[in-house]
């Protein structure tokens, strides 16, 4: 995978990115963090800038969110399980991860879309339920683009760093996303414990 990424930035240089990160967006196994931090590190081996790298990915960032975002706007939750319960195995996600953005998108509201851009995986995915929820579509754009451009901006400079070390970035993200899973399941259960311990004293 790193290799084809490799070959396509080389071969296109800014539109390789654009097309990469739109893809990424629309299929999660393309990662954005070797296409964004090999793309830091080329501004400082061919005529690529840091600020035009970190534009066209984020351009591609919400062209690819907008497809999804229309995708979802076609879904329910029940179709979208059967459709990735079926084919979810060649995107490497599952229903549960089709449950886990729509859940977080109706507990948290529109600023889901937010905070979704920047974790991996979920920033893609967080576009579908704001389009089933038929979200304001110059909110969705509003806040999927600064999330892109605060993700992308951060990646392209550590990329742009850390020099020819910058697939070690690859590593850390995969701690990164772990982290933020694991604070977000505790986030999760606390909710789900403060809202249990109300019903109860409304009760008595």
Known sequence: M???ITEVMNAYGYLGIFLLIA??????PIPSEVIL???????TTTHM??????????IGSVVGAVILYWIGLQLNVERLEKIV?????????TPKDIRKSN??????????????????????LISIPAGMSRMNMGIFLLLTTIGS????TILVCVGAAVGA????????????????????????????????????????
């Open 165 to 204: 070390s910058w697939n070690k970035i690859v590593g850390y993200m995969d701690i990164y996303s772990n982290v933020v899973y694991a604070i977000l399941a505790v986030l999760i259960v606390v909710f789900i414990a403060l809202y249990i311990k109300k019903k109860r004293s409304e009760n008595v």
């Open 2 to 4: 790193e290799n084809w």
């Open 49 to 58: 800038t840091i600020f035009w790298v970190i534009v066209v990915s984020t």
């Open 85 to 93: 319960d079926r084919w979810g195995h060649i995107l490497r996600i």
């Open 149 to 152: 451009l605060i993700w992308n």
């Open 37 to 43: 931090t090999l793309g830091g590190f080329m501004t």
């Open 23 to 28: 893809l990424e967006n629309i299929f999660p």
């Open 103 to 124: 859940d977080w998108f109706h507990k948290f509201g529109v600023w889901t879309v937010f905070f979704g851009r920047l974790v991996p995986l979920i920033r893609s």
